[in-house]
């Protein structure tokens, strides 16, 4: 299912949220909106789940309108057919791991082989041992697996998460990525995912969507915005950059101290050395500007080096 | 959800404030109207005539030195209480808290009735200790009125100030301690200054407990010639030559110091803003004290627990059971006579408790059906909500007895559009509007804590509005429901304000039993009734305990 937004607007009382923004998330695609804190991702999923309504515009999933400020439309959630992971799991405390899959089920009435439907969405994220358990005896990262069963239980077109994985520990969160795309790239639905994790956005996303107070930045593949970025903005908020000047910058693995033809030259200081295993990052002074780049050789700090950049990647704003 | 309200949920929104307006706020104002209008038109001075009467100026006078009485009493016994209860370790042994509770959960006028069966000449103080010859009869001073009083409302005290010195982290303490402040400089200098607000604010609200309690006064402080405030107002209204105009003028002055107190009292908890939840400095910290300090500190709360818990259901317990009182505790002087008595000699104790059973549970029924409507509907209310919830929980600020005046006077006034007034109907309705905060208090709680993730994934799930409720909100506030269903049962059972004033005739509750079997000397069969009462309720309470206790969420 495709799911675009046109011209929408939101303000809580009298601040504006989001103005004008237009976006297209492409059928079966693992779309990101990855963005600083407060710059309405949440309002932007809840929005599309019908939480919340804008307060002018229009979002179409395929041709079907399901909000129009103008003609009047407004599909309440439990009609719009998606599937939600939040980012407290949101999990029913009374209701057992089963009832609070099967949930979705017995709300739309669709209990045809209800028991069996649940125990393949609570296989498919490996909790089939804890059908009786309450919510309050499972680990977080059990919790949010519950929380993405029963999301999935209703062949649902389309899945949000809002930042579903800020709450489990590094390993555990490494866990769930992978899970996570595997198990919506088998199931085929368009999955719209929320985070401010820039590792998260790149390591998992067909499409990120990067936002700036409630405007898009830019949008394109997880290699073009960290290899293209279209604003200094974009620059910045993703990835490690070195400036040259205000307008252009490179990433470190441009830069090598190796004389390497076809390259610029910039005389550098070394200012701080850290031992990353594989590698040793560098903290460099070159002319008042602070970069940072990886090298396999270790140098002592004050040494004075030359920075090989190479041309072609370096990156200039207009 | 933050919809903008729409016309529909106005009009919703609007039907809640009226009905409420007319159950609560036009009750109240027909106090005041009472008090000043006369003949159709304002009129001060027969107000201020009651007022500045001679006999009025003393219930005044009188009322305002008992309250200030024994909210210093309070206050000297629950401090050493407080922190021994939170810095000691005394403050392993849960079971205190619960025992510490139980001068507060009976029953005023039982407690005085025990107070007085014990304090009496020929009383069981004089038989436990003959040799102390007539000195016990000193309790009927207003030196008495005042330790009665006190032990029935001190918990309620000890209980802020023990969860406010739990809420200064002792980490605050350490860091004073490790500065070089000794024992005695800490508590001057660190512990008083964080505790201050939390005094007044807990003097206050034992001040306005007490100028609203009519229990003690009206057996103790009755037999003693000591008149306040609710005593007078309910002879005005009950006692032949009824003047509901000066019940009225004196109910307003009630009311107004009430008020007073209730917006000082909110006025210092607003500006009593130290931030002190930080997560990590509520470890369990205790002193280490002296063994000679942990022994004094145990005698103490025995002591304490002795006379508030003791003395009142000792003495309630030994006049039930009791065959002769001219006999008094003697082996073979004892026999369940009474308790049979109250069940055969005629039908008015089995009546009573019936009566009262059935007005408890529907007044806790409508109560909190009513309660939780009106709490889940003005979720989303905006600024409605604050004006609805105002209205719902004005009852809670205003003095039972004054409500109940109130209500007489305004149910009074339409009688000819709706006789209700008189009927067992009429108490349900009053009980409920007094009680109807219980409800707005526990439900809200239970909803807050629900937080809107839950009911927002039930929608987003497929579930209507109204599955969602069923299914998700109910289940989830029903501990709350549960919870305020309960205390108001429990009130209600031995309620004796409205009992006593707004009864049909011939109907006689637990309560209004209870006081006139004590008045008319069969003490015996009172206690006999009071104990029932207070078991029944117990044992309510302790089913609730545990059922709460046994959810797994
Ligand atoms: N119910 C609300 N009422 C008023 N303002 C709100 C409300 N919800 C969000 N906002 C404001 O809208 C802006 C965007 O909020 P939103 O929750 O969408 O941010 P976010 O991008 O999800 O941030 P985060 O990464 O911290 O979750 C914020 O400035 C926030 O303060
Ligand atoms: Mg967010």
Redesign the interface.
């Known amino acids: 299912m495709k799911i675009t937004m046109k011209h929408i607007f939101k303000s ?1 009382d009298k601040a504006e949220v989001i103005r004008d923004l237009n976006l297209e998330l492409e059928d079966q695609a693992f779309t990101t909106l990855l963005g600083p804190s407060g710059c309405g991702k949440t309002t932007i999923l809840r929005m599309i ?5 804008p307060t002018g515009g229009e979002i179409f999933f395929d041709d079907v309108c399901v909000f129009s400020s103008e003609k009047k439309i407004n599909v ?4 719009r ?4 992971v ?1 980012q ?1 799991f ?5 209701l057992s791991v089963f009832e609070n899959v099967a ?2 089920l017995r ?2 009435k669709d209990t045809a082989d209800l028991e069996k439907r649940v125990m393949e969405a609570l296989a498919a994220v490996q909790l089939s041992d804890f059908r009786n358990r ?4 499972l680990s977080g990262g059990q919790q949010q697996r519950v929380g993405f069963a ?1 999301a999935i239980v ?1 062949k649902p077109d389309c899945i949000l998460f809002d930042e579903p994985l800020s709450a489990l520990d590094a390993i555990l969160r490494d866990e769930m990525r992978v899970e996570i795309k595997r198990l919506t790239g088998e199931m085929g639905v368009t999955a719209v995912f929320v985070t401010h994790d820039q590792m998260e956005a790149m390591s998992m996303s067909d499409r990120i969507i990067v936002l700036n107070q409630g405007l898009i930045e830019q949008e394109g593949a997880p290699e073009d915005i960290y290899q293209k970025p279209a604003t200094p903005f974009t620059a910045k908020f993703i990835g490690k950059s070195n400036w040259l000047g205000n307008q252009a910058m490179f990433r470190p693995e441009a830069a090598s101290l190796k004389k390497t033809e076809g390259c610029r030259t910039y005389p550098a200081v070394v200012t701080g050395v850290q031992f990353l295993g594989e590698n040793y990052q560098l903290f460099l002074d070159a002319d008042g500007k602070q970069w940072t780049m990886e090298s396999p050789e270790k140098y002592q700090t004050g040494t004075n080096v030359s920075v090989y950049i190479n041309e072609d990647k370096i990156v200039t704003f207009q | ?3 903008a309200i729409n016309g529909k949920q106005r009009i919703v929104y609007f039907t809640i404030f009226v009905v409420l307006f007319a159950l609560i706020i036009l009750p109240v104002v027909t106090v005041f109207g009472e008090a000043v209008i006369v003949d159709g038109r304002f009129d001060f001075s027969n107000a201020l005539q009651t007022i500045g009467d001679s006999e009025n100026i003393t219930t005044i006078t009188n009322s305002l030195l008992l309250g200030f009485l024994v909210v210093i009493v309070s206050t000297v016994i629950s401090t050493p209480l407080a922190f021994l209860l939170a810095r000691t370790k005394f403050a392993r042994w849960k079971w205190l808290d619960i025992v510490l509770m139980i001068p507060f959960m009976t029953p005023p006028y039982i407690a005085s009735m025990g107070w007085i069966l014990f304090m009496q000449k020929r009383g069981l103080f004089q038989q436990l200790f003959p040799w102390t010859g007539s000195f016990s009869e000193n309790f009927f001073s207003l030196g008495g009125l005042v330790l009665a009083m006190t032990f029935n409302v001190f918990p309620f005290m000890t209980t802020m100030l023990k969860n406010a010195i739990l809420n200064i982290g002792v980490n605050l303490e350490e860091s004073a301690a490790v500065s070089g402040a000794g024992f005695f400089c800490r508590l001057r200098k660190v512990m008083l200054p964080l505790l201050t607000g939390n005094y007044a604010i807990a003097m206050l609200l034992v001040f306005v407990k007490v100028l609203s309690e009519y229990g003690t006064p009206s057996t103790l402080g009755n037999r003693i010639g000591f008149y306040v405030f609710t005593t007078d107002i309910h002879r005005y209204a009950s006692t032949a030559p009824i003047d509901f105009g000066k019940a009225s003028s004196l109910s307003s002055v009630l009311v107004l110091i009430c008020m007073t107190m209730w917006l000082f009292q909110s006025y210092i908890t607003s500006k009593h803003t130290y931030s002190l939840v930080g997560g990590k400095g509520k470890k369990e910290s205790l002193y280490s004290c002296s063994r000679a300090a942990e022994i004094i500190g145990g005698v103490y709360i025995a002591l304490i627990i002795l006379v508030s818990v003791g003395v009142p259901y000792f003495s309630v317990l030994a006049t039930s059971l009791i065959k002769l009182r001219g006999y008094g505790l003697a082996a073979g002087n004892f026999t369940f006579q009474h308790y049979v008595e109250l069940f055969t000699k005629n039908s008015k104790g089995w009546e009573a408790l019936l009566t009262s059973t059935t007005l408890a549970v529907v007044s806790a029924t409508v109560a909190s059906v009513l309660g939780t409507l009106i709490v889940v509907t003005i979720k989303k209310a905006g600024k409605w909500k604050k004006i609805i919830e105002g209205e719902g929980l004005l009852p809670e600020m205003l003095p039972n007895i004054v409500l109940v005046i109130g209500l007489m006077l305004f149910w009074n006034k339409i009688y000819d559009i709706l006789p209700l007034y008189n009927t067992i109907g009429f108490m349900v309705l009053v009980y409920v509007v007094m009680f109807l905060p219980y409800t707005i208090q526990y439900v809200s709680s239970a909803y807050m804590q629900m ?1 809107d ?2 009911v ?9 509005r109204f ?2 409720m069923r ?2 909100t109910l ?2 506030i029903m501990r709350g429901v549960m919870q305020g269903w309960m205390m108001i049962f429990i009130i209600v059972f031995r309620e004796l304000v409205a009992a006593s004033l707004i009864s049909p005739p011939n109907v006689q509750t637990v309560s209004t039993f209870i006081v006139k079997e004590f008045e008319q000397g069969s003490a015996s069969v009172a206690m006999a009734m009071a104990l029932i009462c207070v078991v029944i309720t117990a044992t309510l309470l302790i089913i609730l305990n545990y059922a709460v206790g046994r ?3």
Not at chain 1, 134 to 137: A, E, H, I, V
Not at chain 2, 456 to 464: D, N, R
């Open positions: 809580y789940a019908g939480l919340e309504n309440p959630p439990e009609k057919n998606i599937g939600f939040f407290d949101a999990l029913w405390p009374h949930f979705g709300a739309r309450y919510p309050s005896q029963r209703t | 959800m933050s919809k937080g993730s839950l927002e994934a039930g929608t987003i799930c497929g579930g209507s599955y969602v299914h998700v289940p989830l959810k797994k969420y």
